[in-house]
Every structure is written in C-alpha cells, then in structure tokens.
C-alpha cells in the first residue's frame, strides 16, 4: 500500500510543471481551471509611506 501511495504522488508532482514563483503557479492553476476574473473596486486612498521612529 505505501509503494502505491509513493507511486500516487510521484506521478502528481510529474505532472505539475514547476514554476519559477508562486504567481506564475496560481496563474497556471487557475488557467487551467477556466481562470479567474475579479471585479476589484478602485482604491479611494492613496498608499501611506511608513514612518519609522530613528534611533
């Protein structure tokens, strides 16, 4: 049973083609999966710079 097992999951990860990071990977995922399309609301503010007190 666990020789199967093995066999199961080297075949999983024979299949995946690697990806050079983890973007590039969900991009495939969903890809093939149909994709994915967001309605994402504009932003209303514009990014704070942060500020860090000095030593």
Not at 17 to 30: E, G, Q, S, V
Request: no cysteine; hydrophobic share 40%.
């Amino acid at each position: 049973m666990e020789a199967e097992i093995r066999d199961d999951v080297d075949a999983s990860i024979a299949e995946d083609t690697p990806a050079n990071d983890l973007f590039t990977a969900l991009i495939d995922r969903f890809t093939r999966l149909g994709g994915l399309e967001l309605d994402l609301p504009a932003g209303s503010t514009a990014p704070r710079v942060a500020r860090l007190p000095e030593r």
